[in-house]
């Protein structure tokens, strides 16, 4: 039960895209598509953004979008706003009954 | 609306148990799997624990098992999470989250925590 492997730090002006990268291993990321991705301002619960590497909930904008190559996944944010400013977590089924997060990134809108 | 209201945190010595639950309303609780995320202070998010709809699915992660136990009570729509021989490394906020569908892997709904202290 390893962490994903998440960069600590991403930034971007408004309206530029970013994208940040979760690598796992061939037995969760690698082998399920059950990747998900949630966002977290400072002092609030997590909010679930993308689910099954690519699938958007209700109400989140389609800004937000995944996807998964090998071992990593990767979340992009098209068209940034000051209020994608937040950290990010993606999450991983590795089989089980057993899940795992990745240890964040933190996102700056300049 | 779904609401996920978790209690029973607090400080408590190493060594010591204590238990957390989650009262759920604004949903067919017996619909969906549960789950136990954690955040240490200034931390990440780390999985604890699964439980299934029929609690027959049950997984903890690496750092628990042994020491927490995950049940659910469908008649009183309640989540718990049982902690015994707590160490400082528990030291979190005990985030309870609900499942996207039935046995989904993903959490679309978060309480909004109940901290839990291990110190002497």
């Known amino acids: 039960q390893s962490a994903l492997t998440q960069p600590p730090s991403a930034s971007g002006s408004p309206g530029q895209s970013v994208t940040i990268s979760c690598t796992g291993t061939?037995?969760?990321?690698?082998?399920?598509?059950?990747v998900s991705w949630y966002q977290q301002h400072p002092g609030k619960a997590p909010k679930l953004m993308i689910y099954?590497?690519?699938k958007r909930p209700s109400g989140v904008p389609d800004r937000f979008s995944g996807s998964k190559s090998g071992n990593t996944a990767s979340l992009t944010v098209s068209g940034l706003q000051a209020e994608d400013e937040a950290d990010y977590y993606c999450?991983?089924?590795?089989?089980?009954?057993?899940?795992?997060f990745g240890g964040g990134t933190k996102l700056t809108v300049l | 609306e779904v609401q996920l209201v978790e209690s029973g945190g607090g400080l408590v010595q190493p060594g010591r148990s204590l238990r957390l639950s989650c009262a759920a309303s604004g949903f067919t609780f017996d619909d969906y799997a549960m789950y136990w995320v954690r955040q240490a202070p200034g931390k990440g998010l780390e999985w604890v624990a699964y439980?299934?709809?029929?609690?027959?699915?049950?997984g903890y992660a690496d750092s628990v098992k042994g020491r927490f136990t995950i049940s659910r009570d469908n008649a009183e729509h309640s989540l718990y999470l049982q902690m015994n021989s707590l160490r400082a490394e528990d030291t979190a906020l005990y985030y309870c989250a609900k499942g996207r569908v039935l046995n989904s892997r993903e959490l679309d709904y978060w309480g909004q925590g109940t901290l839990v202290t291990v110190s002497s």
């Open positions: 999450s991983s089924y590795a089989g089980s009954n057993i899940l795992v």
């Open positions: 061939s037995r969760d990321v690698g082998y399920y598509n059950y």
């Open positions: 099954e590497v690519s």
């Open positions: 439980i299934s709809w029929n609690s027959g699915g049950i």
